[in-house]
T-cell receptor, first 114, second 113 residues
Framework: ETGVTQSPTHLIKTRGQQVTLRCSSQ?????VSWYQQALGQGPQFIFQ???????GRGNFPPRFSGLQFPNYSSELNVNALELDDSALYLC?????????????FGPGTRLTVL | GESVGLHLPTLSVQEGDNSIINCAYS??????FIWYKQESGKGPQFIID?????DKRQGQRVTVLLNKTVKHLSLQIAATQPGDSAVYFC????????????FGTGTRLLVSP
């Protein structure tokens, strides 16, 4: 086990709605990254937070946003849900902020958009 | 564009055999590479990593080889066990200045008894 937890496990939403996914990192891990994994694909990087600030972003629109809190928890918010947002959403925490620091993944939240 | 590809989508081996999973990467600026194992219904699990200043690194029953000349990465699993059955992803950090990993589509390893 990585010590990274995510909630909820599964979620069903309809197009146009908003969703908040939650992640709890390992204690002491100041960096958290979020990934989207479509069925049969590898994870795609959404963004990274370090000490409560976004410091790196992938090719995702602004309706994907996040928050990181001092207690090692974080959120991924997605507004105006689209059908293509259906995927497994993974958070990964890391003890450092360097590129070569190992990222430890949680089990993911399966989001289905109808 | 960024891409990390895999040569074989599915690899079937017998228990006890050695497995080799291959991966090609496209970004010559990448300086950090990782192999993850993902079992059904779970998040990716770290297996082993390697930096670009190395060409080989060994772990417990696993070895990663890096050939920067041809931008190729491989994962060798010794004495493959049924519990090794999973999807394996290679990932690279394309030297972005933050912890962005670029993953391939994965190789499914099937180990039969």
């Amino acid at each position: 086990e990585t010590g990274v937890t995510q909630s909820p496990t599964h979620l069903i939403k309809t197009r146009g709605q908003q969703v908040t996914l939650r992640c709890s990192s390992q204690s002491g891990h100041n960096t958290v990254s979020w990934y989207q994994q479509a069925l049969g694909q590898g994870p795609q990087f959404i963004f990274q937070y370090y000490r409560e600030e976004e410091n790196g972003r992938g090719n995702f629109p602004p309706r994907f946003s996040g928050l990181q809190f001092p207690n090692y928890s974080s959120e991924l918010n997605v507004n105006a849900l689209e059908l293509d947002d259906s995927a497994l959403y993974l958070c990964a925490s890391s003890p450092g902020w360097g590129e070569a620091d190992t990222q430890y993944f949680g089990p993911g939240t399966r989001l289905t958009v109808l | 564009g960024e891409s990390v590809g895999l040569h074989l989508p599915t690899l079937s081996v017998q228990e006890g055999d050695n497995s080799i999973i291959n991966c090609a990467y496209s970004n010559s600026a990448s300086d950090y590479f990782i192999w993850y194992k993902q079992e059904s219904g779970k998040g990716p699990q770290f297996i082993i990593d390697i930096r670009s200043n190395m060409d080989k690194r060994q772990g417990q029953r696993v070895t990663v080889l890096l050939n920067k000349t041809v931008k190729h990465l491989s994962l060798q699993i010794a004495a493959t066990q049924p519990g090794d059955s999973a999807v394996y992803f290679c990932a690279e950090n394309p030297n972005t200045g933050f912890q962005k990993l670029v993953f391939g589509t994965g190789t499914r390893l099937l180990v039969s008894p």
